[in-house]
């Protein structure tokens, strides 16, 4: 359990990787994590993923609170061979089940917000992707490991280019309100790359100077 900087509380499971809640109380974070643990079970065992805690009462789970902001003991135990088994397995089935929700419905169903205010599912499915690259940086303690994430998502764009011919390239999308076409994708990718190129060339200046 810990509180965080706005004042709610956030509860992790351990025992279960993936299982977390926020609340506004203490109390609530916990009714809510132990609500996610029963749903969360549920969907492993729609996916076949074998449950080592699967007959676990989530109801009778010891509270405690975590030494620092989202983290707990358990993320600092020497890692298992089935830990790493049993993170893919559970990775895969929870973007299975993600993708299974939303695969068939229309780009104008995927961008409609619930409410003003409210992110639509496209907005949540790119928070996901961009979310995840982050964390997979995390992994890598750089400048050791070579930058592998960077160069994943920049392979990941050369390939995406690399099978596109003239013909594959034309047309226009309109995503989130604004228009989109291959060669305006192409210009935001190598403008957002090199500002922070620039970027990188001024922090490294100014280090120089205070060194």
């Keep these: 359990m810990t509180k965080l900087d706005d004042g709610t509380f956030y509860a992790v499971l351990p025992s279960l990787p993936g299982c977390a809640a926020n609340g506004k109380t203490r109390e609530e974070a916990v009714e809510r994590c132990r609500d996610v643990a029963r749903a969360y079970i ?12 699967d007959v676990f009462d989530p109801q009778t789970l010891e509270v405690r609170d975590a ?21 893919l397995h559970r990775f895969e089935a929870l973007h299975a089940s ?8 229309s780009q104008e169903e995927l961008e409609r917000k619930p409410t003003e205010g409210e992110w639509s599912l496209r907005e949540m499915l790119q928070h996901v992707a961009s979310t995840e ?9 750089w400048p050791r490991g070579g930058f ?6 920049r392979r990941i764009v050369v390939q995406r280019f690399s099978v596109m011919d003239a013909g594959d390239a034309q047309g226009e999308h309109t995503i989130l309100g604004r228009r989109w ?24 200046a100014k280090l120089k100077t205070r060194a």
């Design 181 to 204: 076409t291959t060669k305006k994708v192409a210009r935001r990718l190598l403008e957002h790359t090199f500002e922070h190129f620039r970027q990188a060339e001024e922090i490294l």
């Design 133 to 141: 690259v982050g964390l997979l940086a995390r992994l890598e303690p």
């Design 98 to 105: 993600l993708l299974d929700r939303v695969k068939d419905l």
């Design 67 to 87: 030494p620092e902001p989202n983290t707990v003991p358990e993320d600092f135990a020497p890692v298992e061979e089935h830990d790493l088994r049993d993170f």
């Design 148 to 153: 592998g994430t960077l160069n994943a998502v």
């Design 42 to 53: 549920d969907l492993l065992r729609e996916r076949d993923v074998r449950i080592e805690h």
